[in-house]
Every structure is written in C-alpha cells, then in structure tokens.
C-alpha cells in the first residue's frame, strides 16, 4: 500500500503554524535496501536537475572528457545547476572551444544569473542573458561533448531518441536499478528528457555514485565526477548556494545535488548509503531544511557542519523590516524501514 507524504517542514508566524510543507524521504543503502524513510520512499517523481552527476558519468566513460582534454573543474560544471558567475559562463566557454564549438551550439536557452550581483552587472552593462549564463548550460556542453564523442549530430542533441540522450538515460537507469523503459520521460526546463523514477531509485542512484563497485569505465566514471565536485564544489551551484556549502561544511564527505520542483539526492561517499528528498508541493524553500534535518538525523553530518549549514537549516521568517515574525522548523523523524 502506497503510503502517503507526512509533514516534513513547517513555518510559523507568531503563535501560529501557518504553512506545512509535506514530502517524502528515502535512505537506500548500495544494496537497494531502503534502510530508513519517511512518508512513502517509493514516491514516483521526476529527477530533475538532480540527475546530472548521473548524466556526466557518460562523457567520462565514452572517453570524451580525456578525448577533449576537460579539466576537473569543467567536469564539475557538468553536473551544475551554475549560479552564472563569471566563472561559471567562463568555463562553458572553455569547454565549448575545447569541442570546436561555440555558444550558438547551446540550446537550453537563456534566463538572468541566478547570482544577484552577476545578475545585476549584465542589466547595468546593457546586455541581456546569453545562453551560458543558463544554470543548465555545463550539463549541455557535456552532451555536445557525448555527441561528438559518439559521431551523432549535435543540432539535435536534444531530441529523446539521440544518442548522447540514450547513454545518458541508461546510465541513470543502471545506477537507479531501473530498467530504462520503465522510466518516464518528461521535457526538463532546459529542453532535455527528465527521468521519472520512484525516490528510491534515485537515492540509489547515488549510493552506487558515491560508492562504485568493482571496476569498468561507468564505477571510473563515477570517482571521476565525484571527485571533481569535491575538489570543485563552488562549480555545482556557487557563492551561497546550498550544494556548495554542503560539500564544503560536509568536507566532501557528503556530495549533494539538488533538482527544481524540491528534489534533493545526496551520497555518503564511500559509505554506500544515500538519501533523495522530495517536498510534495515543489516548494524550495522548504527542501534545505529538511535535507539539513535529515543529514543530522542520520549523523551524516556533524554539530560543526550544522552550524555552517544554519541558514538553510532553520532560516528565520522575516518581516519587510527584517524582523523575525517566525521560524522555519522541520518537523519530522526518519523511521526504520
């Protein structure tokens, strides 16, 4: 029996509890037991952003990061929701001429930084968003760079059934322990397929990321782009940005990344264990308060790291004054499953 989501997150203001954020959680061990949950840990959601490490393991594997000499922190932005710092559009231009391409071949589109003061200083140059600044834009050099790599066309690379697609949905698929067809496949914000799986699935996903088995080019892969984002967290999202500081406070031993419409998956490196958090309405503000909560829970992270991570953990709710009128409380318990 499907079980339903539980309260994960709740905001008050005053003596009130105003809004309830509810969700679901799944702990999966490398092994695909489900070793503790709350709500249902089989929820079926849509992976979005937080399926690109998974996404990235592909152009290592292939060869194309070595055959296009990518760097560790170009291989980093691969696996990116990018904040559109200067150094984040600098190194999609790198990798862009590394392939012989240029930013006309992008084709996730354009929207503003979502860096406030890189935001502001394209308005106050007078020049509108390009489609490097699109927080997308690394995990599409990446599939250009698979394209080339696999002799496909790159005018098309977006297309379900292009190549560079269909490796990269199989190594979702191989990870998650899904078989690919059983995946649904729905149009991310960018433009790609997005990979429609139960939670529980992507969390083991990331246990087997965080934790490779054996030998062979997709476990090479996978400590490849693991590694790169551990030595490179400032190019997985950016300056204060909750998956950079985890990486961070965590010092590399959590590695987490998050997805719009609040998913979040995060491994234990080395540990075999992962968790992936999805908040049922889509609110984002509720989703770092409930991975933070559940990290702590879990013990994955430790009192000093909670502190680094406090403004994402319990943010206050403020007035247009900046007074604190309520909290931001998580409100749950992960259960054994």
């Known amino acids: 029996m499907t079980k339903v989501s ?3 997150v709740t905001l008050t203001r005053g003596p009130l509890a105003e809004c309830v954020h509810r969700g679901h959680i799944a702990v999966v061990a490398a092994d695909g037991r489900v070793a503790s949950a709350a709500g249902d840990p089989h929820y079926l959601t849509f992976a979005r952003s937080a399926a690109k490490p998974l996404q990235a393991v592909p152009v290592v594997a292939s060869g194309a990061a070595d055959r296009f000499g990518l760097a560790a922190d170009e291989l980093a932005l691969l696996c990116a929701s990018h904040s559109g710092e200067a150094r984040h559009v600098e190194a999609v231009a790198r990798i862009l001429a590394k392939l012989g391409l240029d930013e006309a071949h992008l084709q996730c589109g354009a929207h503003p930084p979502y860096h406030k003061p890189s935001a502001s200083a394209l308005r106050a140059a007078g020049d509108a ?19 080339l790599q696999l ?4 005018d098309d690379y977006k297309r379900p059934d292009h190549p560079a697609q269909r490796a990269m949905l199989d190594s979702f698929a191989s990870f998650a322990g ?3 067809e059983s ?3 729905g149009v991310d914000g960018c433009g790609v397929p ?3 799986a139960p939670l529980s699935a992507l969390a083991l996903a990331y246990a087997r990321l965080g934790t490779p088995r054996g030998d062979g080019s997709a476990m090479d892969a996978a400590r490849r782009v693991v590694a790169a984002v551990q030595a490179h967290p400032e190019m997985l999202a950016g300056t204060d940005r909750y998956d950079t500081q985890l990486i961070r406070a965590s010092g590399g031993r959590v590695v987490g990344k998050m997805g719009a419409e609040g998913v979040f998956a995060a491994a234990l490196v080395g540990e075999g264990l992962a968790l992936a958090v999805k908040i049922e309405d889509g609110a984002q503000r509720a989703l770092y308060p409930a991975v933070t909560e559940a990290l702590l829970q879990l013990g994955w992270i430790d009192d000093t790291a909670a502190d680094e991570l406090a403004e994402f953990h319990k943010p206050a709710v403020r007035n247009w004054s900046g007074e604190v009128v309520g ?11």
Do not use: D, Q, W
């Open 6 to 8: 539980i309260p994960l």
């Open 129 to 147: 968003p390009r489609a490097a600044h699109n927080n997308c834009s690394g995990k599409h050099a990446g599939m250009l760079a698979l394209a």
């Open 151 to 154: 002799g496909a066309s790159t």
């Open 178 to 180: 899904v078989p690919a």
């Open 183 to 185: 995946i649904a496949l």
């Open 194 to 196: 997005v990979y429609g």
């Open 327 to 337: 909290e931001t409380v998580p409100s749950f318990r992960l259960e054994p499953a």
